[in-house]
């Protein structure tokens, strides 16, 4: 499809874009950058899922779930049982920090847009439960991948 410049057979999106356009260490950097993030979702993934890493962090987001799980779907009178919560969303944390790590297909696009999503909620969840100091962390995590949603130029999805 040359109108839209993105050539169909040979397209390849990446989360990868520059952070400085004058410079040649911007790629480097931005890459850097990504790795991190997703790293620290992995990270997160795995001691939401696991003690084997931390097993004090793991303890402290097995109880959050239980509140998490009661505003949403709880609020709407869907009844979740907060360990399939806590082991669902730790997985997709993992994956989504995975595929934004190999980078290379629109799955590390929807990757970023699912992490905004659930660091957003985390965040609403625990604001709602009255937890607001809690709160700050998970605004920092929801910061980071807004810069890889958003970026510098407002796009960080280069197609080649």
């Known amino acids: 499809d040359k109108s839209s410049g993105i050539n169909a057979e040979y397209g390849h999106y990446y989360i990868t874009n520059n952070l400085s356009t004058y410079s040649d260490m911007g790629f480097p950097i931005r890459r850097l950058f990504v790795v991190s993030v997703a790293l620290f979702y992995i990270y997160m993934g795995v001691c939401t899922v696991t003690p084997a890493i931390n097993a004090d962090l793991h303890s402290e987001l097995k109880g959050s779930f239980k509140g998490h ?13 907060p360990e399939l919560y806590r082991l669902v969303f730790g997985a997709t944390q993992i994956v989504a920090g995975a595929l934004i790590i190999i980078g290379e297909s629109i799955w590390a696009v929807y990757s970023v847009w699912i992490l905004l999503g659930m660091q957003a909620f985390l965040c609403l969840s625990l604001y709602s439960q009255g937890e607001s100091t809690k709160c700050i962390p998970n605004l920092v995590a929801l910061n980071l991948i807004g810069v890889l949603a958003g970026g510098s130029h407002g796009y960080h999805y280069k197609v080649e």
């Open 69 to 81: 799980a009661r505003v949403f779907p709880g609020r709407f009178g869907v009844n979740i049982d």
